[in-house]
């Protein structure tokens, strides 16, 4: 979807003007690199060739804030420096180090793919599109990142950033996350990488999208291809891309349970399927009853079905709230004295009885973390 409006630059008139016109490219490359080079940030992943050290700086940097990432990617490859490290780590440490960036199944995955790297690779990243796709946790977007900024491989990509930059230069009206948006688009990117260099231009792409063509009130007048960009001319970067809808949030109400014994606290490992999977947590389940005796009724019979144990339900400690996607919970904490194991019931997955001062030494999720710092002596 070429704009049909003809444009001078330098004295050289470019007809047509879009990302279809093979002098609009070369023009659009020359203005986004020179732009690159005095405003790219100085970041740890950046000025490296390494495919692991791309590779977790990507996946951490997905759904994630740049300054949020940088400490934790620090820290991380300081832990894990080479895919063999990480592939021998216990997946306790992994989670561990990846405590508080959220969405754990990315740490769980990259994980098994370190694994699979040393196994069926040698323990060295493939350089092949194919191969990489078939890594645990590795989409196109992720393959196309790490190949062709480690390996200058001609790859596209498309995430946030650049899907709302590609849609302004192409001043697309649909749905940018929808089938047809998503083949434009990723044609558009492909176009737009030269025979070298494309790592520097998709990070160039991704500079760009994050610091001037933001979602709200983008700095056009620091924008270095404004000149280029149809949407600005039309007056219409309020409204591209199409907004995606906002999914409706739900509040819940949840208990967590601290069972004492014999001076060690239960935790149990969260299964397949539920919220931050594999992580360690206090017995933790929906709540319905408002207020004694109903409660301390409903988390007996919780415990008892989720822990197999007989608990005599004690003080409230917290209420915390936190929010998870689009549900907004309500956590109310509770202690609970351990009484004996019930044979009836079938305990979900692995459990420990832990000193409270040894919590440090598990991977929690931020609330259980939060609860872990108010019991700790």
Same mark, same amino acid.
């Given at each position: 979807m070429a704009s049909k409006t003809r444009l001078e630059v330098q004295g050289r008139e470019l007809t047509p003007v879009g990302p279809q016109s093979p002098g609009w490219r070369l023009e659009f490359r020359r203005r986004l690199l020179a732009w690159y080079r005095r405003h790219a940030r100085k970041l740890p992943w950046r000025g490296t060739r390494d495919p692991y050290a791309v590779w977790v700086s990507e996946i951490m940097l997905q759904q994630t804030q740049?300054?949020?990432?940088?400490? $934790?990617?620090?820290?991380?490859?300081? =832990?894990?420096?080479t895919i063999q490290a990480l592939a021998t780590a216990r997946e306790d440490d992994v989670l561990r180090h990846w405590e508080g960036l959220g969405y754990y199944?990315?740490?769980? =995955?990259?994980?098994?793919?370190?694994q699979a790297i040393v196994t069926e690779h040698d323990g060295s990243f493939p350089r092949d599109l194919e191969s990489v796709r078939q890594l645990p946790g590795i989409g196109r977007y992720t393959a196309g990142a790490v190949l062709s900024i480690a390996c200058d491989a001609r790859e596209p990509i498309l995430e946030a950033n650049t899907i709302r930059l590609l849609a302004r230069l192409l001043a697309y009206r649909g749905d940018p996350r929808k089938a047809d948006g998503q083949r434009l688009l990723w044609q558009t990117a492909e176009q737009l990488l030269p025979k070298r260099g494309a790592g520097r231009l998709n990070q160039a792409l991704m500079e760009l999208g994050s610091l001037i063509c933001t979602p709200r009130e983008p700095a056009c007048d620091a924008c270095p291809v404004v000149?280029?960009?149809?949407? $600005?001319?039309? *007056?219409l970067t309020a409204v591209i891309p199409l907004p995606a809808v906002k999914p409706r949030v739900e509040a819940v109400r949840e208990a967590a349970v601290v069972i004492r014994r014999s001076g060690r606290v239960l935790l149990m490992r969260r299964g397949e399927g539920e919220r931050w999977a594999g992580l360690w947590d206090f017995p933790r389940f929906p709540l319905d009853a408002a207020s004694d005796p109903a409660l301390s009724r409903e988390l007996t019979d919780k415990v008892a079905a989720a822990a197999g144990l007989s608990i005599e339900p004690g003080e @409230?400690?917290?209420?915390?709230? @936190? *929010?998870?996607t689009r549900f907004r919970i309500t956590l109310?904490? $509770?202690?609970?004295? $351990?009484?004996?194991?019930? @044979?009836?019931? =079938?305990?979900? *997955?692995?459990?420990?009885?832990?000193a409270p001062a040894a919590l440090g030494d598990y991977p929690l999720s931020i609330t259980g973390r939060r609860l872990a710092r108010l019991i700790a002596p």
């Open positions: 740049v300054a949020t990432v940088i400490p $934790y990617f620090n820290r991380f490859l300081a =832990q894990f420096p199944r990315r740490a769980r =995955q990259m994980h098994r793919a370190a000149e280029l960009c149809p949407t $600005y001319s039309a *007056g @409230h400690i917290a209420t915390l709230k @936190h *929010g998870v109310e904490c $509770y202690w609970a004295e $351990y009484r004996r194991v019930l @044979h009836r019931g =079938q305990p979900r *997955g692995e459990q420990l009885w832990v």
